[in-house]
């Protein structure tokens, strides 16, 4: 299991976001302590405090083509080209929710977060081949944290797309996925939301998009065209929003969860602490976290700096599309840590460095998107 936790809303002061208003983050910090430090650092959780781990369905279900399964674009991936390591049995959840449900409460936590294989439920992705063994399991799951009263918190989409919509649709690349992940998530609304209040639909879509298909290091390891993971993004962005909207409309007011898509990142240093630096940090930052987070926080457009950079190699919204991604996230889902985003990408690479100050990343975020409710969903440091 990976460590994760789950904070409450934290709240600073700050004025209303203005572009580029996490720009005074690398200032705020520039003396270390900051007066109040002591108390920051050793100062008690607050009672409502969440703490939580979290798991991805391919990590650690295991049973790969058991009970109707489908394959997921992982299970052909790892079976290609010289990789040793599958998820074939992972750590065999699947056969071993009472074991897991005991350590998740020795652990004390009070959500658990993990993710529904959409190919054990849609074993080709769509309806039409409901499998209800795989529904069951998750059914199970879910009844039993609620024996221990632990939370689920349910991510729709942690990069395992159904095997058969890559190979016939091509994946994200096609603007079709939209409405099936859409249709794919009523499902799962349906299925389970009446036990769910926090609902994650797509993590980190920058992985996703970046390496999925573009470096092509995760499934489905496409690579060669350098502009394929921006359209890649754009149907995230899109599948994102329309699932959102259907929940708003003819979910929430019944279930009362709350939706987000998960968007990751690390700090980063600037070389020097010229402005210049600093701007190229926060472009930096936009190309990763403001890719997704200021169409769904700000005005559902890319961010300013990623159009100048990228031109029209990035797609445009249509103001209709704009106003449907806007403001479609109900809290900042932060992953934080990931050492896969940054990394690989020479061309946003200024010569900053990686670090790992929560607090300084959890500055800007609140500055740079207007003071969201931000949870870290995830946090983890590896190569
Ligand atoms: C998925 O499987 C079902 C059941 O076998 C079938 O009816 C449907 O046409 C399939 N869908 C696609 C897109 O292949």
Same mark, same amino acid.
């Given at each position: 299991m990976? /460590?994760?936790?789950?904070?409450?809303?934290?709240? +600073?002061?700050?004025?209303?976001?203005?572009?580029?208003?996490?720009?005074?983050? @690398? !200032?705020? =910090?520039?003396?270390?302590?900051?007066?109040?430090?002591?108390?920051?650092?050793?100062?008690? +959780?607050?009672?409502?405090?969440?703490?939580?781990?979290?798991? %991805?369905?391919?990590?650690?279900?295991? %049973?790969?083509?058991?009970?109707?399964?489908?394959?997921?674009? @992982?299970?052909?991936?790892?079976?290609? !080209?010289?990789?040793?390591?599958?998820?074939?049995?992972?750590?065999?959840?699947?056969?071993?929710?009472?074991?897991?449900?005991?350590?998740?409460?020795?652990?004390?936590?009070?959500?658990?977060?993990?993710?529904?294989? @959409?190919?054990?439920?849609?074993?080709?992705?769509?309806? *039409?081949?409901?499998?209800?063994?795989?529904?069951?399991?998750?059914?199970?799951?879910?009844?039993?944290?609620?024996?221990?009263?632990?939370?689920p918190?349910?991510?729709?989409? $942690?990069?395992?797309?159904?095997?058969?919509?890559?190979?016939?649709?091509?994946?994200?690349?096609?603007?079709?996925? /939209? *409405?099936?992940?859409?249709?794919?998530?009523? +499902?799962?609304?349906q299925? +389970?939301?009446?036990?769910?209040?926090?609902?994650?639909?797509?993590?980190?879509?920058?992985?996703?998009?970046?390496?999925?298909?573009?470096?092509?290091? &995760?499934?489905? *390891?496409?690579?060669?065209?350098?502009?394929?993971?921006?359209?890649?993004?754009?149907?995230?962005?899109?599948? $994102?929003?329309?699932?959102? $909207?259907?929940?708003?409309?003819?979910?929430?007011t019944?279930?009362?969860?709350?939706?987000?898509?998960?968007?990751?990142?690390? @700090?980063?240093?600037?070389?020097?602490?010229?402005?210049?630096?600093?701007?190229?940090?926060?472009?930096?930052?936009?190309?990763?976290? *403001?890719w997704?987070?200021r169409?769904?926080?700000?005005?559902?457009?890319?961010?300013?700096?990623?159009?100048?950079?990228?031109?029209?190699?990035?797609?445009? =919204?249509?103001?209709?599309?704009?106003?449907? &991604?806007?403001?479609?996230?109900? =809290?900042?889902?932060?992953?934080?840590g990931?050492?896969?985003s =940054?990394?690989?990408?020479?061309?946003?690479?200024?010569?900053?460095?990686?670090?790992?100050?929560?607090?300084?990343?959890?500055y800007?975020?609140?500055?740079?998107?207007?003071?969201?409710?931000?949870?870290?969903?995830?946090? !983890?440091?590896? &190569?």
């Amino acid at each position: 299991m990976k /460590v994760l936790l789950l904070c409450t809303c934290l709240s +600073f002061t700050s004025a209303a976001a203005k572009p580029n208003a996490g720009l005074r983050t @690398w !200032g705020r =910090f520039s003396k270390l302590p900051y007066p109040g430090d002591k108390a920051f650092l050793y100062d008690t +959780f607050p009672k409502d405090f969440i703490w939580a781990v979290g798991t %991805a369905a391919y990590q650690v279900e295991g %049973a790969f083509e058991k009970d109707g399964k489908g394959l997921s674009i @992982w299970d052909t991936f790892t079976r290609g !080209g010289n990789r040793m390591a599958t998820g074939d049995v992972g750590s065999d959840s699947y056969h071993n929710i009472q074991a897991d449900i005991r350590a998740i409460r020795q652990l004390g936590v009070s959500h658990y977060r993990f993710s529904l294989s @959409w190919s054990r439920i849609l074993p080709n992705g769509t309806r *039409g081949s409901y499998n209800e063994i795989g529904t069951n399991y998750y059914r199970s799951l879910i009844k039993k944290l609620k024996e221990i009263r632990v939370q689920p918190v349910v991510t729709l989409y $942690h990069w395992d797309l159904p095997d058969h919509l890559q190979q016939t649709l091509g994946g994200w690349s096609n603007p079709e996925l /939209v *409405g099936i992940f859409k249709d794919y998530a009523d +499902f799962c609304f349906q299925a +389970f939301g009446d036990d769910v209040k926090y609902w994650i639909t797509i993590d980190n879509p920058f992985v996703v998009a970046r390496h999925g298909y573009g470096t092509g290091v &995760v499934a489905p *390891g496409i690579k060669n065209d350098p502009d394929l993971p921006f359209r890649i993004g754009h149907n995230l962005l899109k599948a $994102h929003a329309a699932a959102w $909207h259907l929940y708003h409309r003819h979910y929430r007011t019944r279930q009362q969860g709350k939706l987000s898509m998960a968007l990751a990142s690390h @700090w980063i240093k600037p070389s020097r602490t010229r402005l210049e630096s600093l701007r190229e940090c926060q472009c930096s930052l936009d190309h990763v976290l *403001g890719w997704f987070a200021r169409p769904l926080f700000i005005d559902g457009d890319y961010p300013p700096c990623m159009k100048a950079r990228l031109g029209s190699r990035l797609p445009s =919204f249509t103001r209709e599309e704009r106003e449907q &991604v806007r403001g479609t996230a109900d =809290f900042f889902a932060l992953s934080h840590g990931a050492a896969l985003s =940054f990394q690989l990408i020479d061309s946003l690479n200024f010569g900053q460095q990686e670090d790992l100050d929560l607090r300084m990343l959890l500055y800007w975020v609140n500055a740079e998107y207007n003071k969201p409710p931000i949870f870290v969903v995830q946090s !983890g440091w590896w &190569v």
